[in-house]
């Protein structure tokens, strides 16, 4: 299986702040890779300089073989990697609906459109013509996974789509990541719980400030993946 | 002129102050950029047509729409060039580079043509001296209505615009977060340059409608731009029907101290404006592009 | 950890500088008995410039207010003149009155504008600035819209009013600028700075923002209400298109962008390279103004520490001690965490 995406020695800064220092890692078609780590390890910054939204300080990104490092972001969606930012970002005074429309991508042809979005999350349906700031947190999280699935992307980056959300949300927004992950989307997720994290991912990646300490699918035990992530192991080399 | 006749005539004057404000409370809206040299790009629409009219002589009506193209791309050309790169530098720098800009604008402007004032009423014929007499004191000017009508129809339309079409839709969405526009493939800098474009464009037309109800000269933006300014913040809400509203209150703030006495026309409307700025609202507009 | 850090206020350089700058302004004042009366008129305008170079850099540099009615107290400061002139006082003394006049009014018009930034800040002290236009024009006795002169000066010989005119525009700028320095120095200065750094986190830790701006706000509307004094004795004709115009705005712009928005040294060179302009361009007309506001953008936009803000940033040199300087900084590095790890 080819590799989707492919990330080397990637390096982001807030301001003169280090976020992301040297990571390179692989993502190939179909996988779902978890990116775990403490608060402030650079998960975030990590996934929205691979969107786009954050610029990168060095390094490179590779998508479907192109080097995107470059691109600017709405560019990246075009090419097939949606981002869910963390904390949802939902436009707050558009509705549903257009919040769906706005990310439609009429090039990019496949099994999602605002149709089958709304099927995939039936309890958005009758919200359709509701502001997105009254909604409450699993119904924006839902529309914000739909925001991204609507451009059909090859990649999803899913930010922490657990924070915030009553546990029975929590449930319903990995039933249907298990859904996606079982219809071949390549998923990379940044998740705080790591037991939902290895129950859905075939891969963990774990960061410790700024840095890539570990990576593994099941041959890691779940001490390995507690140790990298609090820092009790040197880095590898 | 009686009171009643007074407050019509400052309807329709108001309707002109809308038109002319659109442009700005867009901008607003989509950038939060305060665009100082609105009222000189307006002023330069005006100059454009006049270059038509010497040269072809057809009614000012035609010339807007031969200067419309050139004045969109200018539009789309400033926010490309200009103030997408002062957007990324603080605050301070849109108001000192659009201000930068105005005072070129009226310069220019005054190298290229005559301090004198000129005025297109003269060439737009009829209009611009027709009126109904509706009553013994009351009569509705022709190019007034004209110009109220308009205003609506720009300001409907650009509402029409943003609530129900896709690109409408795409600009609303940059208004209210530009970095999740983007990562959600909108191409926000393609959207502020067709705003700016439009916010031209409308200023263009109020240009039109400047030159063609009363005279003008190269440093008229200034004045053009403070009205502007004083209807969107009398009409507070930042929503396109707001700065409607604003605009009427400023022209009838405006007839009616003329009304009173004829230097005081200005001077009325400033005071309105300086008013609404003192009251606890104190003219904050939230301004979004509202659906 | 190596050295030990202390903050410095002065450094060899500013003391040098500060002395010899201090022994400069005192030559200064010897200016109208060493040269010719049209040299003197001329430093005067320079004076003048520099002064409201000053004054909207406080504003706007340091308050983070940019302004564009600060012609409303130029306007009122040689309108207010006149109107005392007209009641009797004796020119100089009105002058000085006018400039306190404009400090005094500026307290009230501070309640309501200080209340906003940005765009309503800027336009609304325009609208200000028209009012107070529009109120001059009404008044016959201050010579309407035909504008006005200060007949009293005649009294004077045109030597010695030229002197006296250039030693009250030297105290006026040697006056409000060392005011603004002594405030600078102060704790006033830490607020300001960190004001401009994050209004918001200032105000948490006490720093009272709103009292602040005011200080700023009537400093530099009694430093333009004197400019506009001294412009009316140094032209002797005024009228209210002109004092009370937009383009005073343009030139204050100009000066403090080019010379270094938010530093103390900019704005005095920033003056100095617009009077070098007007004195070599002044047939220029309206291709004068359209450079400087072509200069101004590409100052905002490409430059925007302006000349002394990027030499000072790139060389680290301070040649007026305004700030503060970190010494004995230390040199080893501080290592990375993960190796600290054992």
Known sequence: ??????????????????????????????ETVA?????????????????????????????????ITRVRAHDRLRRGIALVPEGRRLFPDLTVEENLLVAARPDRKGQWTLDTVLEAFPLLKPLRGRRAATLSGGEQQATAIGRALISNP???????????????????????????????TTIVLVEQDLKRATSVASRVICMLEGRLVLEGGSELTREQITEAYFGLRKAPT | MTWTNAVIQGVFLGGFYALLACGLSLMFGLMRIVNLAHGDIAVLGAYLITVVLDHWGVSPFIGFVAVLPIMLA?????????????????????LLTTFGLAIVIQNLLLEKFSPDVRSLGGDAGWITTASWQITNQVSIPAIGALALVVAIATLGGLQLYLSRTPSGRRMRATAQDPDTAELVGIDSRSVYAWGTAIAVGTAALAGMFLAMRSTFDPYAGSTQLIFAFEAVV???????WGTLVGGIVLGVSQTIGAQIDPQYSVLAGDLVFLAVLASPRGGIFRARLAS | MTGTLRVRRWSKLSAGFSGSFTAFVIALIFVPVLLSENATAKMTTLLILVLLAAMWNALAGYGGLVSIGQQGFIGLGAYGTVWLCNHGMNPYQAMVVATLFCGAISLPVSLLVLRFRGAQFAIGMWVLAEVAAILVSFDQSLGAGTGTSLIELNYYSPGARQEYTYWLTLGMAVFFL????????????????????????AASVGVRVVACKRILFVLAAAGCGGAGAMTLANTLFIEPTSIFGVNWTAYMVFMVLVGGLGTFEGPIIGAVVLFLIQNHYSSGGAWYLVGLGVASMLFALLLPRGLWGTVRDRFKIQLLPVGHQLSGVASTPIPAPAEEAS
């Not at chain 2, 200018?74 to 849109?94: A, D, H, N």
């Open chain 2, 74 to 94: 200018l539009g789309y050309l400033l926010q490309r060039v200009i103030l997408e790169r002062s957007l990324r530098s603080g605050v301070l720098v849109p």
């Open chain 2, 234 to 240: 009398i009409g507070g809400l930042g929503s396109l």
């Open chain 1, 1 to 30: 299986m080819s590799s989707l995406l492919s990330v080397q020695g990637l390096e982001a800064r807030h301001g003169l702040l280090p976020a992301v220092r040297g990571v390179s890692f692989e993502v190939t078609d179909g």
């Open chain 1, 154 to 184: 090859r990649l999803l980056l899913l930010d922490e789509v657990s924070l915030g959300l009553a546990p029975i949300a929590v449930e319903a927004v990995y039933r249907s990541l298990t859904t996606l992950i079982e219809g071949g």
């Open chain 3, 178 to 201: 060392g005011v603004l320095f002594v405030l600078l120095r102060s704790r006033f200065g830490s607020s300001l700075q960190a004001i401009r750094d994050d209004e918001e986190a």
């Open chain 1, 35 to 67: 990116l775990v780590g403490a608060n402030g390890a650079g998960k975030t910054t990590l996934l929205r300089t691979i969107a786009g939204a954050h610029k990168s300080a060095a390094g490179q990104i590779r998508f479907d073989g192109d080097d």
